[in-house]
Nanobody
């Protein structure tokens, strides 16, 4: 299993970025996938979850709801995070994660068995 994030960078407040996570080594469409973030000195924080398959059920943290959109392409085995109206407090390393179990219900209580290495997002003027 491999998860490889890309798309991070430096952006001004109010700007946008799209993160990508390339997945391989497992049947991508069968698993819920999530984005987490970790800022220096802070605990890892759930950003968004998307359901397995094509229903695209989603959960967002209160801090990003309405500004971020998680999506997936089950043909290309890709996970995305579209981030808009970025704030300084969104600065963090963003990681994608694979649910441990197939066909899980979408819930913040998922557990994960694989993580990507992360991509840095810095929001600064």
């Amino acid at each position: 299993v491999q998860l490889v994030e890309s798309g991070g960078g430096l952006v001004q407040p109010g700007g946008s970025l799209r993160l990508s996570c390339a997945a391989s080594g497992f049947t991508f469409s069968r698993y819920c996938m999530s984005w987490y973030r970790q800022a220096p000195g802070k605990e890892r924080e759930l950003v968004a979850i998307i359901s397995w398959g094509a229903k695209n059920l989603t959960i967002y943290s209160d801090s990003v709801r309405g500004r971020f959109t998680i999506s997936r392409d089950n043909v290309r085995n890709m996970l995305y995070l579209q981030m808009s109206s970025l704030k300084v407090e969104d600065t963090a390393v963003y990681l994608c994660a694979k649910d441990r179990l197939q066909f899980s219900a979408v819930t913040p209580r998922l557990t994960y068995d694989y993580w990507g290495q992360g991509t840095q997002v810095t929001v600064s003027s």
